[in-house]
């Protein structure tokens, strides 16, 4: 049997991160994942992840995106890595809107969480959105909440930079090796892989879309995996306005269709093409039985309905596709907390559908949790109790 101070289940956004600030602080901390992070089976593969600070989902979110820029930048510094851009973010609403987000209210909670935790915006009118960014087919009555700090990170770069920090430190990264079970025992937590047992002082669950198969059928009703789908299309005309330095990130609640769309500026190669997708919504899986081919069908269908009429120099050439996972939790929120059943076993599962941005702090917090018992960072809504358990 081997021996660990903590064991950490999962090496993606939120175990990669766990690991790496646990290593830090030297705990003899073990990683393991089924695969080799960073990987297109979860939910943290795709080139790009929007991050913003003020945060529509809830104001209690934005210390935590807030927390997570330093971090990356720090690592980006010791690193030299190239993990974050920012190059400011929209967010698009109108009276008219027919799509909807997965949590109401996201433009007025957007502005309310700006306004309390100082972050600096502007409110654009529909004309001031079309001068500063012509790509965009805005209506007159469209505005938006525009945010200089928001941007995108780069996960795959983000893992493989934690992971790299966290070997570093003296974390033992054991990837291929699937995690079969975990139950407490009397010195900690007994976790049994494919290959052998460990004895654990203490385990982070961070299984993401694998988290309900693990978790047991008490909590693992809370979840819901949602099938996702990344589209990148060609460019029509000029790439110029789709670069960095002249387009956004934008999340945008469109007039017509039923889902709203985000996206990303062109990485700056032509032929790479621009990433669009819709947000939330897709249809419930799970990892075992997810379909994860993208039809030209779908492809089309996506362009015709909410690229064209918005974006209308993105091309119905569709360039790539990927699909990626969601782990809802009710009102999209995020459970970071121990297990009722033992304070030896943390769960956290900061995903639905907007858990990067945030994951670095998450991963300090969790270190904070498994060291001080205590984190600097407020958790208390993404406890249990939350969710009435
Ligand atoms: C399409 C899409 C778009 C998104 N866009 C954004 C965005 O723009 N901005 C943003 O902030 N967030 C976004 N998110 C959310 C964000 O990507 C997720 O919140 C985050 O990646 C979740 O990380 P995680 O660590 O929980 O899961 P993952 O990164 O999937 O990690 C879980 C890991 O656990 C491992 N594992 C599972 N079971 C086992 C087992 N039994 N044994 C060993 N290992 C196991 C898996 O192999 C995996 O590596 C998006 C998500 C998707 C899917």
Request: some cysteine; glycine content about 10%; proline content about 6%.
């Amino acid at each position: 049997m081997k021996q660990c101070d903590v064991l950490v289940l999962g090496l993606g956004a939120a175990g990669s991160a766990a690991t790496y600030q646990l290593a830090k602080r030297g705990v003899k901390v073990v990683g393991l994942d089924s695969f080799a992070p960073p990987h297109d089976q979860g939910s943290s593969h795709g080139d790009s992840r929007i991050t913003r600070l003020a945060i529509g989902e809830g104001v209690a979110y934005s210390p935590l995106a807030m927390r997570s820029h330093q971090i990356w930048r720090d690592m980006e510094r010791e690193t030299g890595a190239d993990l974050m851009r920012q190059t400011g973010g929209l967010i698009m609403t109108s009276p008219g809107k027919t799509s909807v987000l997965p949590v109401d209210n996201f433009f007025s909670t957007t502005v309310a969480a700006a306004k309390v935790h100082g972050i600096a915006h502007e409110i654009l009118d529909a004309r001031e959105i079309a001068r500063r960014f012509p790509a965009f087919n805005v209506r007159e009555d469209e505005v938006a909440y525009y945010e200089q700090e928001a941007g995108y990170l780069k996960p795959e770069n983000c893992l493989r930079t934690q992971l790299a920090l966290a070997e570093k430190y003296g974390a033992e990264l054991r990837t291929g090796e699937k995690v079969l079970g975990f139950e407490p025992s009397a010195h900690g937590v007994r976790v049994t892989t494919e290959h052998q047992v460990y004895e654990a002082g203490k385990l982070i669950a961070a299984a993401g879309a694998w988290m309900p198969q693990l978790i047991g059928a008490r909590y693992a009703k809370l979840f819901t995996v949602r099938r996702q789908v990344l589209f990148w299309f060609a460019v029509n005309g000029p790439i110029e306005p789709f670069l960095p330095d002249n387009f956004p990130i934008y999340i945008w609640e469109l007039q017509g269709p039923e889902r709203g769309i985000y996206g990303f500026p062109s990485s700056g190669n032509a032929g790479d093409g621009v990433k669009v997708a819709t947000h939330g919504f897709g249809p419930v899986t799970t990892p075992d039985t997810i379909d994860r081919t993208v039809n030209a069908d779908e492809a089309a269908e996506m362009h015709a309905e909410y690229v064209a009429p918005y974006l209308p120099t993105l091309d119905r050439r569709c360039i790539k596709a990927v699909v990626c996972m969601y782990t809802v939790l009710p009102g999209d929120r995020f459970l970071i907390d121990v297990l009722p059943e033992s304070d030896r076993i943390i769960v956290a599962s900061p995903c639905s559908g907007h858990g990067f941005k945030h994951s670095a702090a998450i991963g300090e917090a969790l270190a904070e949790m498994v060291t001080a018992g205590k984190t600097r960072l407020d958790l208390s809504p993404f406890r249990f109790s939350e969710f009435g358990i």
